[in-house]
């Protein structure tokens, strides 16, 4: 059963059967082929700091289906390191601005394609970028936070958000 979530909402990464996701795919999918949007995923520590600058990585190309683009992030969540608390990851939109990603959708799957959790992501602001979502450890427990805030300053502003130079 896939939980649909809205801002600020949370959800367990567990399967149908309640057991914890050891890996889980996060997808943002949107609508509009050509939209010039780059992903940035920070892993952070509990204080919401990336570990260091070694801890974040890019992607600037999404993958193309029709009408449709999509950026895919795999997170081996047996394999990460205590320190790290979440990975943040976040949208720049250089040009025409995060309202370009119409019908944004932030998926959470298992590793065998399950979904676990879905984002819509409404009211897409008049920014350049947007935090979309975090992946992130409490009490043990691993969980995904819809979070659709706008970044007036794009890819930069999240970086230094994280304490990284932007």
């Known amino acids: 059963m896939t939980t649909t979530l809205v801002r600020g909402a ?13 890996q889980v795919r996060v997808e943002l ?5 050509g939209v010039p949007a780059v992903l940035t995923a920070v892993a952070c520590d509990d204080r919401g700091r990336a570990l260091s600058p070694a801890h974040q990585v890019t992607w600037q190309h999404p993958t193309s289906t029709g ?7 795999l997170v081996d969540l047996r394999a990460t ?3 790290v608390a979440g990975v943040v990851l976040a ?6 601005g995060a309202r370009a990603l119409t019908g ?8 065998s394609g399950e979904p676990l959790a879905a984002y819509p992501v409404e009211d897409l602001p008049d920014a350049p970028g947007l935090l979309v979502t975090e992946v992130y450890r409490r009490s043990g427990q691993w969980k995904v936070r ?3 805030q706008g970044l007036t300053q794009g890819r930069a502003g999240l970086l230094r958000s994280v304490g990284l130079p932007g």
């Open 29 to 33: 999918g949107w609508r509009g082929a």
């Open 91 to 96: 949208l720049d939109v250089p040009g025409p």
């Open 146 to 148: 819809a979070i659709g």
């Open 81 to 83: 390191p205590d320190d």
């Open 67 to 73: 009408d449709r683009e999509r950026f895919e992030v």
């Open 104 to 111: 944004l959708t932030a998926t959470v799957r298992t590793a």
């Open 10 to 22: 949370n959800a367990p990464l567990r399967s149908a059967s309640q057991q914890p996701a050891a």
